[in-house]
């Protein structure tokens, strides 16, 4: 059985913490090094049902995408919830490792495990790491769709495959537009709009799509959008990471037993409309 300081040396190889983003967070929030690991959970979000989800599996290690602390505190009182979460992963020997904009730009990232959960056949990023020689690193992904489909059954597509929440997906632009090049990114990306249209793709599949950006970007270009829940889109990484891990420990003969979380963390729980457009 490997111990914690095993464990998180292969997360770093696999997700350098160096590459992360200067204004995140990642690598070990909570956990003794030496403690012996023998069952891991992947998860989006580190909140309380994780925590307990955890729990029940018996794992002592939680390694999730989002940060706990994103920005500097002065308490972890058990009073706040995110205090709360620290006093029940220490209390229950439970260490929190993340992998956030480390594993976004990474290769496999967050992006490729998005384009293949919708069976998208990966070019390239979207914005290429220009510390990586092999050109392979980088946010977001350009795919191409093995038959061309409307950007209607695209969207359907990302219906279908995507884990579903309430807010589903949204779409903006043509819906009989025909799609053969795609660029795709996990989490929020209306930042990347600007690189979406240099790539000369017809679709962008994402996150969190503001009103303006959405608005300009469909007034500049036939662009088509497709705009799912930032969950959604973030957790096919869980089941890609868990997969990595599950190859190291046969490497290394750990027999460590991985999960996926099976929690919706997405925020929203319902979602009503008329069904008339806006």
Request: hydrophobic residues 40%.
């Amino acid at each position: 059985m490997p111990r914690l300081s095993e464990v998180i040396a292969e997360l770093d190889a696999l997700w350098p913490p160096e590459r992360a983003e200067g204004w995140d967070a990642v690598g070990t929030v909570c956990g003794d090094p030496g403690a012996q690991t023998d069952r891991v959970l992947f998860a989006v979000d580190p909140v309380h049902a994780v925590v307990d989800e955890a729990r029940t599996l018996g794992a002592q290690l939680i390694v999730t995408h989002h940060p706990l602390y994103l920005r500097g505190t002065t308490t972890v009182a058990a009073t706040t919830f995110k205090g709360r979460v620290v006093h029940d992963l220490i209390k229950h020997d439970i260490a929190l490792h993340v992998a956030h904009t480390n594993a976004d730009t990474a290769d496999p990232g967050v992006s490729d495990a998005l384009a293949g959960a919708l069976d998208l056949r990966v070019t390239g990023p979207l914005l290429p790491d220009p510390t990586d020689p092999a050109g392979r690193r980088g946010l977001g992904r350009i795919c191409e769709l093995d038959h061309p489909e409307t950007l209607r059954e695209f969207a359907a597509r990302a219906a279908a495959r995507l884990p579903a929440t309430a807010q589903g997906i949204r779409l903006a632009g043509d819906p009989d537009a025909v799609v053969r090049r795609v660029a795709v990114s996990g989490g929020s990306g209306d930042s990347l709009l600007d690189a979406v249209r240099a790539a000369g793709v017809e679709a962008f599949l994402t996150a969190d799509l503001r009103h303006h950006p959405a608005s300009e970007a469909v007034q500049h270009s036939p662009l088509g959008l497709v705009d799912a829940a930032h969950w959604a889109t973030e957790r096919p990484w869980c089941e890609q990471a868990a997969a990595q891990l599950d190859a190291l420990s046969d490497r290394h003969g750990w027999d460590l037993r991985v999960h996926v979380s099976k929690q919706v963390t997405d925020p929203w729980t319902t979602h009503h409309s008329s069904g008339a457009p806006n």
